[in-house]
């Protein structure tokens, strides 16, 4: 089991940048994959990214491709999600999962761990 917080939240104008960090606690993180998730008022969940264990492959969901990086350092059990050209519809709050089968899925039902989120909000 892993336990996840997230941080780097914010209110921002559109276009500006924000860097989210999900810290891990357990031994576990490097075996991990993690993915980001967010959810908007209203809406179900979606997939934003995701990485795999060593941090060599990643996924990225359409809409973010080009504009979203995600990445994790093994050494400090965290990963990031690098986030620039920020849009309105962007906002929402960001949440950061494991797997630990060390797969890169979209749906968040194989996702066993979650941190408690981060709010994100882009003004136009």
Known sequence: Q???VESGGGLVQAGDSL??????????FSRNSMGWFRQAPGKEREFVASINPSGVTTRVVDSVKGRFIISRDNTKN???LQ???LKPEDTAVYYCAADPY??????????GD?????QVTVSS
């Open 114 to 118: 979650w941190g408690q989120g981060t």
């Open 2 to 4: 892993v336990q996840l």
């Open 102 to 111: 060390g797969r890169l899925l979209t749906n968040p039902i194989y996702y």
């Open 83 to 85: 986030m620039n050209s």
């Open 78 to 80: 965290t990963v990031y």
């Open 19 to 28: 860097r989210l960090s999900c810290a891990a606690n357990g031994r576990t």
